[in-house]
């Protein structure tokens, strides 16, 4: 079983900066791809970012690319996502997930673990 644990969220004015974590305890998360999705208040979930197990490959949603970098350390068993320049309408319950098969894909039924999830909130 893989427990996902998201940190860093919270209140932060436009044009500001925040940097989510996504750490796990129990099996290692080292060999299987990982992604962020969001969540707004009557929206459905939507995907943010992805990463290949090694780091080597990053894919992003149009509407984040160029502002939101996505990370991971596998000695730390852990993944981050940076957020620079946000806007309010970034504000969503961010999850990190583990995409145990590598299906590599923006749809979060591809994913197979979830954590519980950190708020962010962009004030305009």
């Known amino acids: 079983q893989v427990q996902l644990v998201e940190s860093g969220g919270g209140l932060v004015q436009a044009g500001g900066s925040l940097r989510l974590s996504c750490a796990t305890s129990?099996?290692?998360?080292?060999?299987?791809?990982m992604g962020w999705f969001r969540q707004a208040p009557g929206k459905e979930r939507e995907f943010v970012a992805r990463?290949?197990?090694?780091?080597?490959?990053?894919y992003y949603a149009d509407s984040v690319k160029g502002r939101f970098t996505i990370s991971r350390d596998n000695a730390k068993n852990t993944v981050y996502l940076e957020m620079n320049s946000l806007k309010p309408e970034d504000t969503a319950v961010y999850y990190c997930?583990?995409?145990?098969?590598?299906?590599?894909?923006?749809?979060?039924?591809?994913?197979?673990?979830w954590g519980q999830g950190t708020q962010v909130t962009v004030s305009s």
């Open positions: 129990g099996r290692t998360i080292s060999g299987y791809a």
């Open positions: 997930a583990a995409d145990v098969f590598s299906r590599l894909t923006a749809y979060f039924t591809d994913y197979d673990y």
């Open positions: 990463i290949t197990w090694n780091g080597s490959n990053t």
